[in-house]
Nanobody
C-alpha cells in the first residue's frame, strides 16, 4: 500500500514558475516509478512526466518538454515537478502516481497503481 500526498499548487500568472511536491509513504517498501498526470475540467486525465526509481530515466509529454522537470529524492520519498513558463493551458488538477519501476517509466495512466488526491494549479493570463 502506498499513500501519496501532493502539495504546492496554487494560482499563478502566466509565465511564472511553480514547483509541485509529492510525499510518498509505504506500508511495505518497494521501488516505484513515479509519475505526474493532470486533468483539466471536461478533459481526460493526461500524462505529464514520469521518472523511474532505479535508472532515473525521465519521460515527458511533448506539451511540457523543455518547460517542466521531474525529479525525485529516494531517501526522502519525495517527487517534484518543477513547472516553468506556465500558461493557461497548464491549468488543471495535478496528480502524483506510483507505478512499476521500469527502465523507461510508463506514460500510460493504467500502468500506475496508486494515486494521490491531486493539487489544483490555476494559471491566469
Amino acid at each position: 500500500q502506498v499513500q501519496l500526498v501532493e502539495s504546492g499548487g496554487g494560482l499563478v500568472q502566466a509565465g511564472v514558475s511553480l514547483r509541485l511536491s509529492c510525499a510518498a509513504s509505504y506500508r511495505t517498501f518497494r521501488r516505484y516509478a513515479m509519475g505526474w498526470f493532470r486533468q483539466a475540467p471536461g478533459k481526460e486525465r493526461e500524462f505529464v512526466a514520469a521518472i523511474s526509481w532505479s535508472s532515473g530515466t525521465t519521460n515527458y509529454a511533448n506539451s511540457v518538454k523543455g518547460r517542466f522537470t521531474i525529479s525525485r529524492d529516494n531517501a526522502q520519498n519525495m517527487v517534484y515537478l518543477q513547472m516553468n513558463s506556465l500558461n493557461p493551458e497548464d491549468a488543471a488538477v495535478y496528480y502524483c502516481a506510483a507505478g512499476p519501476d521500469l527502465y523507461t517509466p510508463p506514460r500510460v495512466r493504467g500502468a500506475y497503481d496508486y494515486w494521490g488526491q491531486g493539487t489544483q494549479v490555476t494559471v491566469s493570463s
